[in-house]
C-alpha cells in the first residue's frame, strides 16, 4: 500500500462531501468524492481505494447496496458507514453484508480520523497477508526457464553458476524477455530459496515514493505518513531483493541503494536508526546501464556493485525456435485457468506465430497466446484467434533500417509501439483500465503509471 491511501467519499449531500474531502486532504489523504451509488461504482471500476465511507440514506441505491457492489468490485477495500442514530440498526445490517465499521451522526473528527486509521492499519495487514501467500505460491508454482535453443541454455546454465554464489547479478535484455523468471530461478536455486523473493518495478512507483518503498518510513515522517511503514529492504531480510528497470532509478535514491548494497544497513525516512538487512540484490533493465553512466545518468560505482555478474537475456527473435514450446507452455497454462478445451494451433496460425518478430518477446507472446485461448471456440486455435498485429504485422515490416549514415529515435518507436499497445488494450476492455491492465499482463498502478508516463492518461477520464 502507498504511503499516501485514498479515500473515496459518498454522500448525496454536497456540503457533507466538500467538508469531509477538505477534512481527509489535509489529513494527508488522496480523495475522490461522489454524489451517489452509481457514480462511486464507476470510480472503484476504474481505479483503486483504500477505503470508501459512504452515508447509508441516499436518494436512489443506499449505502447497503454499495456495500455489496464494492465488495463484488474490490474485496480489498474496507467501506466506512455513516448513519443517522436513529439507523444504527441499518448500519450493523450493512457490517453483517461485509461494511468494516460505522460512525453515527453527529460525529466527531476525532472519532472519523481514529475509524479510518484502524482500517488502514487492517488493509495494511491484509495487504501483508496477501503479499506472504504470494510468495508461497511463487515457491511452488512452476517457473522454469523454457526453450530448448543454444540461447537459452546458455542462459540456464549462467542461472546454475550463480544460484550459489552470494554476488549480486545483474539481468539485461528487452522488455518482455523474462527477466523476474530468470531472477525467481536464481532465489529458487540457492541457499536462500526459503526466505522472502521480494520484487519491485522501479519503473512503476512515483519518484517521491521510491526511497519510501524501499526504506520504509516512520509515522509522521511526511504528510501522509499515518503509521510505520516497512520498506522492500526490510521485507526482503535473508532473501532476495529483484530491483526490475533499475535504471529508472533517480540519482538521489542510487546513493542511497548503494550505501544500502556496502554497508548492508540502511534508514528509513524520517528515522533516526540504523536497520542492518542481509539481502542479495538481482537487478534487471531494458537499458544499456554502461551507456546510462556514459551520459551521467546512472552512478559508475553503483553499476560495479550491481554488475558483479551480468546474465544477458536474448529477444524471442534470437531465439524463434523456441516459440512452438512456449506456445504448448502457455496454451496448457490458459486452458486450465480459463478452463477451455484447447490443446494446440493450426498450422497456419503456429506459421504466423513463427514469422511474427514479437517486439514485446516472451510477454507479449503469451499475451497473445491467453487472448487466443479466451477466444477459442474449439480444440484448436485458428487464425480468427489472433490478434491484428499478429496476421498482419506491416507495422514491423515496414519499420526503419539504420545504415551507417542514418539512425532511428529508437525511444521513441518504442514509445510508439507500448502507446498502441495500451491504447488497444484499453479499447478491448471498453475503457476499463483494471481490465486492460490484465490485458497486457501489468500491474493497475503500473498500467496508470505507462499512461501518465505517455501523456495518454487525458484529465477528461480523471486520470483513472
Given at each position: ?11 448525496d ?13 489535509s489529513?494527508?489523504?488522496d ?117 530448448n ?56 512507483i ?8 524501499l ?58 536508526a ?9 537487478a ?57 478445451d ?19 518477446n ?103
Amino acid at each position: 500500500m502507498s504511503a499516501k491511501a485514498r479515500i473515496l467519499v459518498v454522500d448525496d449531500e454536497r456540503s457533507m462531501q466538500e467538508f469531509l474531502e477538505i477534512f481527509f486532504r489535509s489529513e494527508g489523504y488522496d480523495v475522490v468524492t461522489a454524489g451517489d451509488v452509481d457514480t462511486a461504482l464507476v470510480h472503484l471500476e476504474n481505479d483503486e481505494f483504500d477505503v470508501v465511507i459512504s452515508d447509508i440514506q441516499m436518494p436512489g441505491r443506499s449505502g447497503i447496496d454499495l456495500v455489496h457492489a464494492t465488495y463484488e468490485m474490490s474485496p480489498e477495500t474496507l467501506v466506512i458507514m455513516i448513519t443517522a442514530f436513529a439507523s444504527t440498526e441499518t448500519a450493523i445490517s450493512a457490517m453483517k453484508e461485509g461494511a468494516y465499521d460505522y460512525i453515527t451522526k453527529p460525529f466527531k473528527v476525532d472519532e472519523l480520523r481514529m475509524v479510518v486509521e484502524k482500517a488502514l492499519e487492517k488493509k495494511l495487514l491484509s495487504c501483508e497477508n496477501r503479499r506472504l501467500r504470494r510468495e508461497l505460491r511463487s515457491q511452488t508454482r512452476d517457473r522454469t526457464i523454457i526453450g530448448n535453443s543454444a540461447e537459452i541454455r546458455r542462459v540456464s546454465e549462467l542461472i546454475s553458476q550463480v544460484a550459489d554464489s552470494k554476488a549480486n547479478v545483474l539481468i539485461s535484455g528487452e522488455s518482455g524477455t523474462g527477466k523476474e523468471v530468470v531472477a525467481r530461478a536464481i532465489h529458487r536455486g540457492g541457499p536462500r530459496r526459503d526466505k522472502p523473493f521480494v520484487a519491485v518495478n522501479c519503473a512503476a512507483i512515483p519518484e517521491t515514493l521510491l526511497e519510501s518503498e524501499l526504506f520504509g518510513h516512520v509515522k509522521g515522517a511526511f504528510t501522509g505518513a499515518v503509521q510505520n511503514k516497512e520498506g522492500l529492504f526490510e521485507a526482503a531480510d535473508g532473501g532476495t531483493l529483484f530491483l526490475d528497470e533499475v535504471g529508472e532509478l533517480t540519482l538521489a535514491v542510487q546513493v542511497k541503494l548503494l550505501r544500502a548494497i556496502q554497508e548492508k544497513s540502511f534508514r528509513r525516512v524520517g528515522a533516526s536508526a540504523d536497520i542492518r538487512a542481509n539481502v542479495r540484490i538481482i537487478a534487471a533493465s531494458n537499458r544499456r546501464l554502461e551507456d546510462e553512466v556514459t551520459s551521467g545518468r546512472f552512478r559508475e560505482d553503483l553499476y560495479y556493485r550491481l554488475n558483479v555478474i551480468e546474465i544477458p537475456l536474448p529477444s524471442l527473435r534470437e531465439r524463434s525456435e523456441d516459440i512452438p514450446l512456449l506456445i504448448a507452455h502457455f496454451i496448457e497454462k490458459y486452458a486450465t485457468e480459463l478452463e477451455k478445451d484447447v490443446d494446440r494451433v493450426t498450422d497456419e496460425a503456429m506459421a504466423r506465430l513463427t514469422e511474427y518478430r514479437f517486439p514485446g518477446n516472451v510477454r507479449e507472446l503469451e499475451n497473445v497466446i491467453e487472448r487466443a485461448v479466451a477466444l477459442c471456440r474449439s480444440e484448436l486455435i485458428d487464425l480468427d484467434a489472433l490478434p491484428p498485429a499478429v496476421l498482419n504485422p506491416t507495422a514491423i515490416a515496414d519499420s526503419p533500417r539504420i545504415t551507417s549514415t542514418e539512425g532511428v529515435d529508437l525511444e521513441a518507436m518504442l514509445n510508439d509501439y507500448e502507446s498502441g499497445l495500451l491504447l488497444e488494450a484499453l479499447r478491448a476492455a471498453n475503457g476499463v483500465k483494471k481490465r486492460a491492465a490484465k490485458l497486457v499482463g501489468v500491474s493497475f498502478r503500473s498500467f496508470r503509471y505507462r499512461l501518465e508516463k505517455l501523456g495518454l492518461d487525458h484529465p477528461s477520464d480523471g486520470g483513472n
